[in-house]
């Protein structure tokens, strides 16, 4: 029961998972696999050996690079006395149309709701967004960006290289984050 639009290119050794919707004239490389109840829209792009997990939903004109990973579990545990206990991840991912996730890169769902990432965003390689995470559209994020679960960023943020985002916090719209900045308290609009 996976539906397989028009015109769409699969490599070798892929792995779909069962009720997986794939749109037209999508390219899917070899290696990749993709979980089940995945909803992948039109034009899109998945490069080798990246995995999308259960429940994303990628809209259209996406490319994930190789060796990305979308959905994957959020870092979720509860401590007790006798050592941690997972927390089960049971959201999932949303991609807007024209995003693009770098090689390596990971988007974790989280325990309830959805992570984020809105149009057009541009994620580099080794970024880090957690679990129920929300990007706003048109952001820029370079390598080794850390987003830590439940922040929110605007529109047009752009986090340079090693920016550090804490949980919880939120980053307005057009914000600009140098590299290696930490951030630890919510942030307006229009910063630098």
């Not at 009720?19 to 990749?32: A, E, F, K, L, Y």
């Not at 929300?134 to 943020?157: E, L, P, R």
Request: with cysteine.
């Amino acid at each position: 029961n996976v539906k397989i639009g028009k015109n769409i290119y699969i490599g070798a050794n892929v792995c779909i998972d069962s009720n997986t919707r794939i749109g037209d004239n999508s390219i899917i490389h070899s290696g990749v696999v993709i979980y089940e109840n995945v909803v992948i829209g039109k034009n899109n792009e998945l490069h080798a050996n990246c995995v999308i997990h259960q429940y994303s939903n990628l809209g259209d004109n996406c490319i994930i690079n190789s060796n990305a990973v979308i959905g994957s579990e959020g870092f979720g545990f509860i401590p007790t006395k006798r050592g941690w206990r997972k927390m089960p991840q049971t959201g999932k991912v949303i991609l807007g149309d024209n995003v693009e996730i770098g090689s390596c890169s990971t988007v974790d769902r989280p325990a309830v709701g959805d992570t984020v990432i809105g149009s057009g965003t541009k994620i580099d390689n080794l970024v880090q967004v957690g679990h129920g995470v929300q990007i706003g559209n048109h952001c820029a994020m370079a390598s080794q960006v850390g987003i830590a679960g439940g922040a929110k960023i605007g529109d047009g943020v752009i986090l340079a290289g090693q920016v550090g985002v804490g949980n919880r916090v939120k980053v307005g719209s057009n914000v600009i984050a140098s590299s290696k900045c930490g951030i630890h308290t919510d942030i307006e609009p229009e910063q630098v």
